[in-house]
């Protein structure tokens, strides 16, 4: 019988697809996770999970004690608290012990966090100090002249710059990670008075003010700490600058007293914000990717404004606040305000996180990535959760 005349009873079914269902299924958990975790992180949800699991079974009141200290600045390291002073820098346990001590002349301290370190150095004097997360000092050195400006990355990286230096009016010095020089620059003609390092250190950028037919002149210098070649130079204008920093995306920002100016790191324009007939009182490159800014509209009285920045100089929110402001910190998302009579947190939008009246005699603050607040008085630190 040919097999083109047998019919079949029972024909074939066709398998289902098993693959297909699971694998949807797996796709809508992944993308229902994904905005969830995106809802959390811009409610500031994780940040709740993430300072629960920190501080808990911690006491806010005394977080921190640490004694009278003259000239002190502070900073967090690892869940212990940093203290620069006229002595040297301290290292502080939770339960109020001294874990660490560098000494070091430091009449007017200047302290700094790169990654699992903390550096000071005296402003207008000769010192410069480091110490690790364990308390241990890890640099320590005394300049020939004047130390001009310092600055640490977040990688661990150092540089420094020293005025009238062996014949020199700025020599221009860099650190490895393990503190080790790894590329100077002599400079017989120009002031450096401003200097800050990339997150890896193989680049860093400088200011030298001067004047250009007549008329005064910053200069960014841009130089890579693996060549001996002349640095990059971008004209700022007769911007007086008060401050740069470049950021772990190696933008580099600069503060000045009309504007702020972002660049990359080949000293391209990436934008700048002016402060419009303001006047400049305080800011901070501690937010993620954004300036924080206090502008006044007088240079006398109370016409305070908060204005956040994005790295390519535009303005992401603008509040007026109209009272004095006390202390000013931001870290990651946030931005801490501390005015006379209150301490208030915003997300950098400069919408209200949360606010508390209990200050105490604070003083100083510091704004942590997880939305928490160390309010510091003369002798110990209290905790502000939110």
């Given at each position: 019988?040919?097999?083109?005349?047998?019919?079949?009873?029972?024909?074939?079914?066709?398998?289902?697809?098993?693959?297909?269902?699971?694998?949807l299924v797996v796709c809508?958990?992944?993308?229902i996770g994904a905005v969830?975790?995106?809802?959390?992180?811009?409610?500031?949800?994780?940040?709740?999970?993430?300072?629960?699991?920190?501080?808990?079974?911690?006491?806010?009141?005394?977080?921190?004690?640490?004694?009278?200290?003259?000239?002190?600045?502070?900073?967090?390291?690892?869940?212990?608290?940093?203290?620069?002073?006229?002595?040297?820098?301290?290292?502080?346990?939770?339960?109020?012990?001294?874990?660490?001590?560098?000494?070091?002349?430091?009449?007017?301290?200047?302290?700094?966090?790169?990654?699992?370190?903390?550096?000071?150095?005296?402003?207008?004097?000769?010192?410069?100090?480091?110490?690790?997360?364990?308390?241990?000092?890890?640099?320590?050195?005394?300049?020939?002249?004047?130390?001009?400006?310092?600055?640490?990355?977040?990688?661990?990286?150092?540089?420094?710059?020293?005025?009238?230096?062996?014949?020199?009016?700025?020599?221009?010095?860099?650190?490895?990670?393990?503190?080790?020089?790894?590329?100077?620059w002599y400079s017989s003609?120009?002031?450096?008075?401003?200097?800050?390092?990339?997150?890896?250190?193989?680049?860093?950028?400088?200011?030298?003010?001067?004047?250009?037919?007549?008329?005064?002149?910053?200069?960014?210098?841009?130089?890579?700490?693996?060549?001996?070649?002349?640095?990059?130079?971008?004209?700022?204008?007769?911007?007086?600058?008060?401050?740069?920093?470049?950021?772990?995306?190696?933008?580099?920002?600069?503060?000045?007293?009309?504007?702020?100016?972002?660049?990359?790191?080949?000293?391209?324009?990436?934008?700048?914000?002016?402060?419009?007939?303001?006047?400049?009182?305080?800011?901070?490159?501690?937010?993620?990717?954004?300036?924080?800014?206090?502008?006044?509209?007088?240079?006398?009285?109370?016409?305070?404004?908060?204005?956040?920045?994005?790295?390519?100089?535009?303005?992401?929110?603008?509040?007026?606040?109209?009272?004095?402001?006390?202390?000013?910190?931001?870290?990651?998302?946030?931005?801490?305000?501390?005015?006379?009579?209150?301490?208030?947190?915003?997300?950098?939008?400069?919408?209200?996180?949360?606010?508390?009246?209990?200050?105490?005699?604070?003083?100083?603050?510091?704004?942590?990535?997880?939305?928490?607040?160390?309010?510091?008085?003369?002798?110990?630190?209290?905790?502000?959760?939110?």
């Amino acid at each position: 019988m040919s097999a083109d005349n047998v019919m079949q009873i029972y024909p074939k079914q066709e398998k289902p697809h098993r693959g297909k269902i699971p694998l949807l299924v797996v796709c809508f958990v992944v993308v229902i996770g994904a905005v969830l975790l995106i809802l959390c992180f811009t409610s500031g949800h994780l940040d709740n999970l993430r300072r629960t699991v920190r501080y808990f079974g911690s006491s806010e009141e005394g977080y921190f004690v640490y004694g009278p200290h003259s000239g002190g600045q502070y900073a967090l390291m690892d869940d212990n608290l940093v203290v620069a002073s006229t002595s040297g820098i301290s290292l502080f346990s939770k339960q109020g012990q001294m874990t660490g001590a560098a000494d070091a002349v430091l009449i007017d301290p200047v302290l700094q966090l790169g990654k699992h370190v903390a550096m000071a150095y005296d402003v207008g004097g000769t010192s410069l100090v480091a110490m690790n997360r364990d308390g241990g000092e890890v640099l320590n050195l005394t300049a020939d002249h004047t130390i001009l400006d310092a600055d640490i990355s977040s990688g661990g990286s150092i540089c420094y710059a020293v005025g009238d230096s062996s014949g020199y009016k700025t020599v221009l010095t860099a650190l490895d990670r393990e503190y080790r020089e790894r590329y100077h620059w002599y400079s017989s003609s120009r002031f450096l008075t401003t200097c800050a390092i990339s997150k890896n250190g193989s680049w860093m950028a400088a200011i030298s003010p001067g004047q250009t037919d007549h008329t005064f002149d910053s200069a960014l210098l841009l130089f890579r700490t693996d060549t001996e070649s002349e640095p990059q130079q971008q004209s700022l204008g007769n911007l007086l600058v008060f401050d740069l920093m470049i950021s772990d995306r190696d933008r580099i920002f600069v503060v000045g007293d009309t504007a702020a100016v972002f660049l990359n790191q080949n000293g391209t324009l990436r934008g700048s914000y002016d402060y419009a007939d303001r006047y400049l009182e305080d800011f901070d490159f501690g937010g993620h990717d954004f300036l924080t800014l206090v502008l006044n509209m007088y240079k006398a009285g109370n016409r305070y404004s908060i204005v956040t920045v994005s790295d390519s100089g535009d303005e992401i929110a603008n509040l007026y606040l109209g009272q004095e402001i006390h202390a000013l910190s931001a870290s990651g998302n946030y931005i801490a305000v501390l005015t006379s009579d209150a301490l208030t947190i915003y997300r950098k939008d400069l919408t209200e996180y949360a606010v508390t009246n209990n200050i105490g005699n604070a003083s100083d603050i510091l704004m942590q990535e997880d939305g928490s607040v160390l309010l510091l008085g003369s002798e110990s630190a209290s905790l502000f959760l939110p």
